[in-house]
C-alpha cells in the first residue's frame, strides 16, 4: 500500500472521529473537531499530490479517493444539521450533487471516457471546508453566523453550478461518441449506387 492510498484510507477513518467530536460537549472540542476536519481535508490535497509527483496513481486511489471526500464532506453536513447548525434542504442539495455526479462519472466510465474534476468542482470543495469550520466555530463566536451562512450559500451555487457543468460536459462527449459510432447511409447508400451502375454496364 503506497502513501497516497494511505492518507486517502485515512481520511476515510478519520470521518467517525469528527462526528464523535461534533457532538460531543465539552471545552475546546468545537476546536477539536475543527483541527481533525482541516486535517482531513489537507489529505485530500497531499494524497492527490503525492500520487501525481511519485507516479502513484492507482486504480484503487481513483476510486477511494472521491468516495472518502463525499463521506468527510456529506458527514460533517448531516451532523450540522443535527445540531441545528444548518438548514436541511440545502445539505440535501449538496450531497444530492455529490450522488448525481458520481452516477454520471460511472455512466461516462460505462460509455468509455472520463469526466475530470472541473475547476468549479474544485472551488466547491475549497467553499466546503471553509463553510463547515466557520460553521462550527460560529458556536464560540456567534458574530461569524452570518458569515457562515453566506459561505453556504456559496457552496449551495457552486454545487448547482458545477453539476450543470459536469452535465454538459457529459451531453457533449456523449454526443460524439454517439456520432463516432452512428453509420453513414448517405455514404453506403451511394457505393451500392455506384456498384450496381458497374453491374448494369458489365451485362451490357
Known sequence: MNLPISLTLLRIFIVPLLVVLLFTKGRN????????????????????????????????????????????????????????????????????????????????????????????????????????????LQRRHPLIQPLGEALLWVVVVFALASAGQYFWSFWKKLDVRVKQRSPRPAVMLRVNEDEQEEKDVATQ
Do not use: C, H, N
Request: no cysteine; net charge neutral.
Open 29 to 136: 472540542m468545537d476546536l477539536w473537531a475543527v483541527g481533525v476536519f482541516l486535517a482531513a481535508a489537507v489529505t485530500d490535497l497531499l494524497d492527490g499530490y503525492l500520487a501525481r509527483k511519485r507516479a502513484q496513481v492507482t486504480t484503487l486511489g481513483i476510486l477511494l479517493d472521491p468516495i472518502a471526500d463525499k463521506l468527510l464532506i456529506s458527514a460533517a453536513f448531516i451532523s450540522l444539521v443535527e445540531l441545528k447548525l444548518v438548514p436541511a434542504w440545502m445539505v440535501v442539495i449538496i450531497i444530492g450533487r455529490e450522488f448525481a455526479v458520481t452516477g454520471l462519472r460511472a455512466v461516462a466510465s460505462a460509455e468509455g471516457f472520463v469526466l475530470q474534476a472541473s475547476e468549479l468542482g474544485k472551488r466547491k470543495m475549497v467553499s466546503q471546508v471553509v463553510a463547515i469550520t466557520v460553521i462550527v
